[in-house]
C-alpha cells in the first residue's frame, strides 16, 4: 500500500539515479531538508536538462504515482514527470529553481519559475511539487504524548486529518455517532480547539513535527 503524502515511511531517504552528479550540500543536510519536505507533504527532484531525474524524495514519487517502498525505476519517474509536464499550457523552460502546483489529475498543473540562486550546476533544475489535494497527518506518537491522547482519539485525529467525515468513521469502525462524538469532543478539549475544521488545521500544521 503506499503511503500518503506527508506520512513518508520511517527512516525514508532521497533515491538519487545511478551515476549523478555531485549534491550541493552535505548528504546530512540534505537528508534532514527532504525529510522536512516530506512531512510537509512537499515534493523534491533534481532534473538534468529538463530530461532526466537525478534525485528525488517520498513525497515526489507518491505525487508522480509511484511507491517509495518498492524499487524506483528512474527511467519511469522521468517519464512520468514529462507527462506531468505536457499537461501544462505554454509551459516556460525551466529554471534553477522550479515550483509546479497540481491542482487535480484533470487540471493543467501551474509553473512557477522562481528567481533564486540554489548553487545548482548549469543545466540542473531543482523542482519542488506542491499537490493541493494531498493531506497531511502528523505522528500518531507524537499527537499521543504531546495531548495525552487515548488510542481512540488519536486514531479519530488521524482520520479526520485524512479528511474523513466524523458519520462515515462510525459506520467503518462499527461504533455509534455517540460514540465519535464524544471522543470528538474529547479531542476539542485536550487540543483547545472548538471546531472540527480549526483541529484538522492544527494536526496539518503539526505534521512538520517528527
Known amino acids: 500500500?503506499?503511503?500518503?503524502?506527508?506520512?513518508?515511511?520511517?527512516?525514508?531517504?532521497?533515491?538519487?539515479?545511478?551515476?549523478?552528479?555531485?549534491?550541493?550540500?552535505?548528504?546530512?543536510?540534505?537528508?534532514?531538508?527532504?525529510?522536512?519536505?516530506?512531512?510537509l507533504g512537499c515534493g523534491y527532484l533534481l532534473v538534468e536538462d529538463e530530461r532526466r531525474i537525478l534525485e528525488i524524495n517520498v513525497a515526489a514519487s507518491l505525487i508522480l504515482g509511484f511507491n517509495p517502498d518498492s524499487a524506483l525505476n528512474f527511467h519511469h519517474l522521468t517519464t512520468a514527470?514529462?507527462?506531468?509536464?505536457?499537461?501544462?499550457?505554454?509551459?516556460?523552460?525551466?529554471?534553477?529553481?522550479?515550483?509546479?502546483?497540481?491542482?487535480?489529475?484533470?487540471?493543467?498543473?501551474?509553473?512557477?519559475?522562481?528567481?533564486?540562486?540554489?548553487?545548482?550546476?548549469?543545466?540542473i533544475s531543482v523542482v519542488m511539487l506542491l499537490d493541493l489535494d494531498a493531506r497531511l497527518q502528523p505522528n500518531p506518537f507524537m499527537l499521543r504524548r504531546m495531548f495525552g491522547l487515548t488510542l481512540a482519539e488519536t486514531?479519530?485525529?488521524?482520520?479526520?486529518?485524512?479528511?474523513?467525515?466524523?458519520?462515515?468513521?462510525?459506520?467503518?469502525?462499527?461504533?455509534?455517532?455517540?460514540?465519535?462524538?464524544?471522543?470528538l469532543a474529547a479531542l476539542f478539549m485536550k487540543t483547545n480547539t472548538r471546531r472540527q475544521a480549526e483541529l484538522v488545521t492544527l494536526l496539518a500544521r503539526l505534521a512538520i513535527v517528527p
Open 155 to 183: 486514531r479519530l485525529a488521524l482520520q479526520l486529518a485524512r479528511g474523513d467525515r466524523p458519520a462515515d468513521i462510525a459506520r467503518r469502525c462499527g461504533v455509534s455517532r455517540t460514540t465519535v462524538s464524544s471522543q
Open 81 to 123: 514527470f514529462r507527462q506531468l509536464l505536457a499537461r501544462t499550457r505554454n509551459r516556460p523552460k525551466l529554471g534553477p529553481l522550479v515550483w509546479i502546483v497540481i491542482w487535480n489529475k484533470e487540471e493543467a498543473p501551474f509553473i512557477l519559475n522562481q528567481a533564486a540562486e540554489v548553487g545548482a550546476p548549469p543545466g
Open 1 to 39: 500500500m503506499a503511503t500518503e503524502p506527508g506520512s513518508p515511511p520511517p527512516n525514508a531517504s532521497p533515491r538519487r539515479a545511478e551515476g549523478s552528479g555531485p549534491a550541493a550540500v552535505s548528504s546530512n543536510q540534505r537528508s534532514v531538508t527532504l525529510d522536512l519536505l516530506d512531512r
